[in-house]
């Protein structure tokens, strides 16, 4: 069984409101990238990936005149990708939706939002956490809930938690002052959501439930500076680096790594090109994270990288398409279903 994650931006750009393809020469929301373009490389992006499911961030948006199911189920009919059934949990105010593509022939899933009291309330709710140590509780929200799958291949049962966590991003900055103010208290809420989500992870563990969490955590073991002021990351915090029991840890190869080799091994996931500075910036950000369960069942992880897998760069029509898709890679991984 193949599960994927791909971060796909601005993919609503992509559809009229009846969800209906833009097969057109205009710009998509991509720097320089036309709609049928972009549309293109994903049918060929989607169809090399041949997964079973596929966690859609930043999927089309979903709101009283949009759905983002009809969306993604007219693209997935268009190019025949088997994965062509879509579900979404709890939509949102940012046109970026989280959604599961999957194929209803080897899957079936269902939206199955948990509550876990005060430690992990329900994703569309708020969280009470003192963020700043003022001894005062902050109510944080998820400008995009993660959203809850409940999963059955065969008899084998799992669950799913897709995750768009915070960025980090200093945007509205005016100066070096304000950028590290922003940069501060985006990480804190970033933390604080990924706290939460931390308790719902335990919650599944403890009970013994077969758990994937994936998407895009906009962060990462040694990602930028402030991290030393924190301690550490948002994704060991999900992970549950600081557990002794191993049974609540979940495990991602390629967070490991770059745990254990703090001078970054140059793993990478999406690429963005910085203007201003003439250049590309690759940093890692998505990641599928496993249970004991299913690492028991021997999973093989793989970034689509357009560069870095030696399979995607040999195969210059996939490595176009992944490059003109999106300024993220779909990350997958295969285990015994």
Avoid at 11 to 19: A, H, M, Q, V
Avoid at 191 to 217: E, M, T
Avoid at 276 to 287: Q, T
């Amino acid at each position: 069984m193949r599960i994927a994650t791909y971060n796909v931006e601005w993919f609503t750009n992509l559809f009229n409101r009846r969800g209906e393809l833009l097969l057109d020469d205009q710009w998509s929301g991509r720097q320089d990238v036309t709609r049928a373009q972009q549309i293109e490389a994903l049918a060929k992006v989607f169809t090399a990936l041949d997964a079973d499911a596929v966690m859609v961030i930043e999927a089309p948006d979903d709101n009283s005149r949009r759905s983002s199911r009809v969306a993604l189920e007219n693209f997935a009919e268009a190019f025949g990708l088997r994965t062509r059934k879509a579900l979404i949990g709890f939509s949102n105010h940012t046109q970026q939706e989280i959604a599961l593509l999957y194929d209803p022939d080897t899957i079936m899933a269902s939206h199955d939002p948990q509550e876990n009291g005060e430690a992990a309330p329900r994703f569309d709710g708020e969280f009470e956490i003192d963020l700043d140590v003022d001894a005062n509780l902050d109510r944080i929200t998820f400008s995009k809930p993660p959203l809850e799958v409940a999963a059955k291949n065969g008899e084998f049962g799992f669950r799913l938690i897709g995750v768009h966590v915070k960025s980090k991003a200093p945007h509205g900055a005016r100066n070096r002052a304000e950028e590290m103010r922003i940069a501060i208290a985006n990480r804190r809420k970033q933390l604080a959501q990924c706290i939460w989500l931390r308790g719902r992870v335990r919650h599944h563990l403890s009970s013994g439930d077969p758990l994937i969490v994936l998407g895009d955590f906009n962060d990462g073991p040694g990602l930028d500076e402030y991290e030393k002021l924190f301690g550490r990351s948002g994704v060991e915090i999900v992970l549950g680096e600081e557990e002794n029991d191993p049974s609540l840890r979940l495990f991602d190869p390629h967070a490991q790594t770059v745990l254990n080799q703090r001078i970054a091994p140059g793993i990478s996931s999406s690429r963005f090109y910085i203007a201003k500075e003439k250049r590309y910036l690759s940093a890692l950000l998505d990641y599928v994270m496993v249970c004991p369960q299913i690492l028991a069942r021997r999973p093989n992880w793989r970034i689509w990288h357009p560069f870095d897998d030696p399979d995607c760069y040999n195969k210059t029509e996939l490595r176009e398409a992944l490059l003109l898709a999106s300024d993220h890679f779909p990350v997958s991984v295969d285990f015994e279903g």
